[in-house]
Each structure stands twice: as C-alpha cells, then as structure tokens.
C-alpha cells in the first residue's frame, strides 16, 4: 500500500513511518503541501496523511485540493486522513472533507486499522 504523507516536520513523518514500519506499506514523503496532486500522482497513492500545521496551506487545503483533483478526474479516488492537534479540530476534518482523523500522538494500531479500513471501503466502492 503506497502512502503519501504531508508533514514539514521530520518528526510527524517519522511518527508515521514508524507506526507503519510494515511491508506492506510503502510511504512517501513530501514537504512542500503545494505539490500534493502532482506527488500523489507521482507515487501511486493508495492513501494520504496529511498533518493539520503543514506550510503554508495548512492540510485543511490539502485535503481539499486532493478532493478537486479526485472531482475533476486529475485524481483517482484517494482517501485521506488529517493528523489533528486537539480533539475539537475534527470538526475541521470534517468541514475539509478528510476520510478519516487522528489526534496526535496516535497508536501505530489505530493508524494501520484507519488506513487498512479506508483503502478497503474505497476499493469495494470504485
């Protein structure tokens, strides 16, 4: 499973990379959240992890920018998941239009389980 994470902090990626230190999963990272629909495309995304404070952008705008590219077939469907800072910002999550949320600090359990169920749903739906 191929997975794009958006973070420009090193310790978010390897928060994440760690959590998912399986073979299965395949991670790729990318720093600059203006370059996500070209990055998603370039390395196969089967998911995305986007964390909330990332650039200047923030990953409220990536997920959205994700969603336009899946909309105007740029994109095939991906599902995304936004890496909150406090549990009221799911409402955030939401309004972005993210499949799925965390609170950091995660579990490497609830992170795998997150993307093996969002990648599931999104390949018996496609």
Same mark, same amino acid.
């Given at each position: ?5 958006? #973070?420009?902090e ?10 998912? &230190?399986? &073979? ?14 070209? &990055? ?7 998911a ?6 990332v650039?200047a952008?923030?990953g ?8 336009? #590219? ?9 599902p ?15 309004r ?23 990648v &599931?749903?999104d390949?018996?739906?496609?």
């Open positions: 499973m191929n997975i794009l994470v958006v #973070a420009d090193a310790w978010v990626h390897q928060e994440v990379t760690a959590a998912l &230190a399986e &073979a299965r999963y395949q991670i790729t990272a990318a720093t600059d959240p203006s370059t996500v629909v070209d &990055a998603c495309r370039e390395a196969g995304a089967d995305v992890i986007t964390d909330l404070q650039g952008m923030g409220m705008a990536v997920i959205r920018n994700i969603r336009a #590219a899946i909309h105007a077939g740029d994109l095939p469907p991906t995304t998941v936004l890496l909150l800072d406090r549990g009221a910002d799911v409402f955030i999550a939401g972005a239009g993210a499949d799925g949320a965390l609170r950091k600090p995660f579990g490497a359990f609830e992170l795998r389980s997150m993307l093996d169920g969002l &599931a749903a390949a018996t739906s496609s």
